[in-house]
């Protein structure tokens, strides 16, 4: 049942879910890779904690199948599980056991969990001082920072996270996208949902946008923003530099916005184009870098975006 | 079926453990055994002392003196331990769904049937423990009154004669149990869980009066398939020296004669079991947790 490709470490194949006669998700199909931090991003109720409870076996699929480490779970679940960690949407502790026996009812769950681990994953997330209080008189954010420290107790070399950093105040959830950072600096592989854009952008290697159940777009982080970068000019002969720069073979496109040109190029060519442009006597009176926004484009493939932008 | 590493069950144990409700379930059971040994039998026998004749003189010191009082305890005992057992094994299954930690157990590779496995162990442990303690403050309240009352009421049983009987009526106790644990499976609320319980008890007990009163065929056969109609009549094999049959009334209060075989009752009983077992098997293992 071994996947072709190793360093795949996560993969669901047309994954689908009705609920009725709503299709939560719908032939979805992802992949996340050795080492990577993936983000799963979509709006509210796209279908995010479908997908992963789905891959978490929590939930059956309507259809499609889900292979963790190479294994296909709809055989190999609990062997695939026993590799992966995971926090889930809403509550999912003992609210009166102390911090400490949570983590010491899961670690007896995971055959090779010692006592010294769990003093270990509470120093990993800041609550060693705080363990022995009841999990109800917790925190939000030290709440998430429990769930996380419980999900890491057997080591996983994947980690899957539906909305980890909800509730959490922004000190919080760049505390949490740091210690993610961590994690993934060490070698592991998270898998991680979120509606909030920014969140993706700044924790995230991949992303996979998802929108009414269906996977929109999978891509890397840095090529997504390379999609909306641009080089941005005000020339001299509007008519003819349109002429000279369609005719470049790296010039993806030019496009007139009230005066200027927006030309679809790498960043690093500003130069070149200088030159071409200067070579039949066009000149520039402005020439700017326009960075890639992720939300641009995010917006532009949710549909969510205001007419016309 | 596969047994739990005794450090997942020792997790499971430290669970319940740190919930006050079993505490508070051991200390109805106690006070149920008080007032059987103190109200029901002592204050009885002490305040109608003269007056009584011998009969009935007898018959009450019956319920507090030992050996007498053991297949009594264990009749009272199992009425209010079917319902309490229910109770607690609604909670603990019903609040693994509300918590939203039934979740944390499937997907750190227990497998569904593993789970409910865990769960029925850790709970026929606890149980256990809590009854048998239960009974056994009973046996000492029973010796206490007996040293105050100074009287023989004559009989002896032996020792496992005694455990005997113990095992037969928890035995009785496990269909109720299993009940609770199905109609929480199924419903995953607590609430309804232990409601089913209590009312199927209460139930049982009013249509159990009700069908023995049509006595026609139709009710009789009706009845034997009850589960309390069984359970009376393993309870009914409780007698010292093969002597009169102690009934308390809560449950059928049928001669043994005319009651069914222990052996067949003990059967239709495990039948409810396995139903009860089957149900709840086959519903978590295709249930969506969410
Ligand atoms: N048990 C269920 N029964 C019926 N519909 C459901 C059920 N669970 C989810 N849905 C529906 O499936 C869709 C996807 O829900 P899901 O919870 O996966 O979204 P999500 O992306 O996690 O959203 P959010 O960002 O709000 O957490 C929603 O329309 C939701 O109403
Ligand atoms: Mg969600």
Not at chain 1, 186 to 200: A, D, Q, R
Not at chain 1, 280 to 302: A, K, P
Not at chain 2, 257 to 281: K, T, W
């Amino acid at each position: 049942m071994a996947t072709a490709d190793p360093d795949v470490v996560l993969r669901t194949v047309g994954l689908s879910k009705r609920y009725r006669r709503l299709l939560a998700v719908q032939d979805l199909s992802l992949e996340v890779r050795r080492g990577r931090v993936y983000g799963f991003l979509g709006p509210n109720g796209a279908g995010k904690t479908t997908t992963i409870s789905i891959i978490l076996g929590l939930i059956a699929p309507s259809g499609g199948h889900v292979e963790m480490h190479g294994l296909d779970t709809r055989t190999h679940l609990s062997e695939a599980l026993h590799r992966t960690g995971a926090i889930l949407e809403g509550q999912a502790y003992y609210p009166d056991l102390t911090a400490y026996d949570n983590l010491r009812v899961w670690a007896a769950l995971s055959e090779s969990v010692t006592a010294a681990r769990i003093d270990e994953v509470l120093e990993l997330v800041g609550l060693r001082d705080r363990a022995r209080d009841k999990m109800r008189t917790y925190s939000q954010g030290m709440k998430q920072r429990l769930l996380l420290a419980g999900s890491l107790l057997h080591d996983p070399e994947l980690i899957v996270l539906d909305e980890p950093t909800n509730g959490l105040d922004p000190a919080g959830m760049r505390e949490f996208r740091n210690l993610i950072r961590e994690l993934a600096k060490t070698g592991k592989t998270v898998f991680v949902s979120s509606h909030l854009l920014g969140e993706v952008e700044q924790m995230c290697d991949d992303v996979g946008i998802v929108k009414e159940g269906r996977l929109l777009t999978e891509e890397s982080v840095s090529a997504l923003r390379r999609r909306g970068e641009a080089l941005e000019l005000r020339v001299t002969d509007v008519e003819r530099a349109v002429q000279v720069l369609e005719a470049l073979d790296w010039v993806a496109g030019v496009t007139r916005a009230d005066g200027r040109l927006v030309v679809d190029a790498p960043l690093e060519r500003a130069a070149d184009l200088s030159r071409a442009l200067a070579e039949q006597h066009i000149y520039l009176h402005e020439l700017r870098r326009r960075e890639g926004s992720l939300e641009e484009f995010f917006l532009e493939v949710t549909g969510d975006a205001p007419a016309g932008a | 079926m596969l047994l739990p590493a005794p450090r997942i069950l020792a997790a499971e144990l430290l669970k319940v453990r740190k919930r006050w409700l079993p505490y508070v379930l051991f200390l109805v059971m106690v006070i149920g055994a008080a007032a059987h040994i103190w109200l029901l039998g002592y204050a009885n026998w002490a305040n109608e002392n003269s007056a009584f004749d011998a009969f009935f003189r007898n018959e009450t010191l019956r319920t507090f003196v030992l050996p007498h009082a053991l297949p009594a305890l264990l009749q009272s005992g199992q009425f209010w331990g079917s319902m309490l057992v229910g109770i607690l094994t609604a909670s603990v299954v019903g609040t693994e769904y509300s918590w939203g930690t039934a979740r944390q157990a499937l997907l750190r590779g227990q497998t569904r049937s593993e789970y409910l496995t865990l769960k029925l162990i850790g709970l026929v442990m606890v149980a256990s423990v809590g009854l048998l303690a239960a009974l056994g403050i009973g046996i000492l309240f029973s010796l206490m009154a007996s040293a105050l009352v100074g009287e023989e009421v004559g009989g002896s049983i032996s020792f496992g004669a005694a455990i005997l009987m113990v095992l037969r009526t928890g035995y009785t106790i496990i269909p109720y149990g299993l009940l609770a644990f199905a109609l929480t499976t199924v419903s995953r609320s607590t609430t309804l869980g232990v409601a089913g319980s209590v009312i199927f008890v209460v139930l049982e007990a009013i249509m159990i009066a009700v069908l023995s009163g049509i006595g026609t065929a139709w009710s009789e056969t009706a009845r034997a398939f009850l589960p309390s109609h069984n359970v009376a009549a393993i309870l009914s094999a409780n007698r010292i020296e093969g002597g009169e049959f102690f009934s308390l009334a809560l449950r059928g209060q049928l001669l043994p004669v005319s009651l069914p075989d222990p052996a067949v009752a003990a059967l239709v009983l495990a039948l409810y079991c396995l139903v009860f077992l089957a149900i709840s098997y086959a519903v978590f293992q295709r249930r969506d947790l969410q």
